[in-house]
């Protein structure tokens, strides 16, 4: 069946950095734009970034522009987010989500994953 | 705040019928398609509505999707103890290039 699996939060302090993978499975990975949503505690969620299917086109939210960075490897069926100068309200389950239709780079979101939570703490 | 705006809260009976709108502007309600998700407490969202208006496949027919304008509405009819869950609207915003969400609307069945 269709599953995505995150890995790679954990506790960082202020300023460092992070890597997330999502496991992807069950679709033509290479042929669907994925996405990062991020849902902080208590909190509603927030579009974090996208990546389109082939990898040539990104768009990211304001609040992590030139922080993080989205990439994929379609031979490995897996996306990744980098994240660097990590700051206390980055603290959120990191999401990936695939969108629906294929070779279309925007929502809607279709199949998510369980989430990793990143926590950002001295 | 967040681009979307939804009500942050939302009771009804089992049974009964409940509206949640969500209000945008003509950069991303306006001019690009809806989609709908619903967040059971410590689950990841599941889709609900997407193009507005159409059901993937699984939901049921309870649950519609409308859009007008810059607002959108998910509407769940027959509600039952399960629906208890957050709401969010997402769409694409043209100016900001960016996915939106509303900020949710937490659903209560008395």
């Known amino acids: 069946q269709v599953q995505l699996v995150e890995s790679g939060g954990g506790v960082v302090q202020p300023g460092r950095s992070l890597r997330l993978s999502c496991a992807a499975s069950?679709?033509?990975?290479?042929?669907?734009?994925m996405h990062w949503v991020r849902q902080a505690p208590g909190k509603g969620l927030e579009w974090v970034a996208v990546?389109?299917?082939?990898?040539?086109?990104?768009y990211y939210a304001d609040s992590v522009m030139g922080r993080f960075t989205i990439s994929r490897d379609n031979s490995k069926n897996t996306l990744f987010l980098q994240m660097n100068s990590l700051r206390a309200e980055d603290t959120a389950v990191y999401y990936c989500?695939?969108?629906?239709?294929?070779?279309?780079?925007?929502?809607?979101?279709?199949?998510w994953g369980r989430g990793t939570m990143v926590t950002v703490s001295s | 705040q967040s681009v979307l705006t939804q009500p942050p809260s939302l009771s009804a009976a089992p049974g009964q019928r409940v509206t949640i709108s969500c209000s945008g502007n003509?950069?991303?309600?306006?001019?690009?398609?809806v989609s709908w998700y619903q967040q059971l407490p410590g689950t990841a969202p599941k889709f609900l509505i997407y193009?507005?208006?159409k059901r993937p496949s699984g939901i049921p027919d309870r649950f519609s999707g409308s859009k007008s304008g810059t607002s959108a509405t998910l509407g769940i009819t027959g509600l039952q103890t399960g629906d208890e869950a957050d709401y969010y609207c997402?769409?694409?915003?043209?100016?900001?290039?960016?996915?939106?969400f509303g900020g949710g609307t937490k659903l209560t069945v008395l």
């Open positions: 997402g769409t694409w915003d043209s100016s900001l290039s960016a996915v939106v």
């Open positions: 003509s950069s991303n309600i306006g001019n690009n398609y």
């Open positions: 193009d507005n208006d």
């Open positions: 990546m389109s299917y082939g990898g040539s086109h990104t």
């Open positions: 989500a695939k969108a629906f239709y294929p070779y279309h780079g925007g929502g809607p979101f279709d199949v």
């Open positions: 069950g679709f033509t990975f290479s042929t669907y734009g």
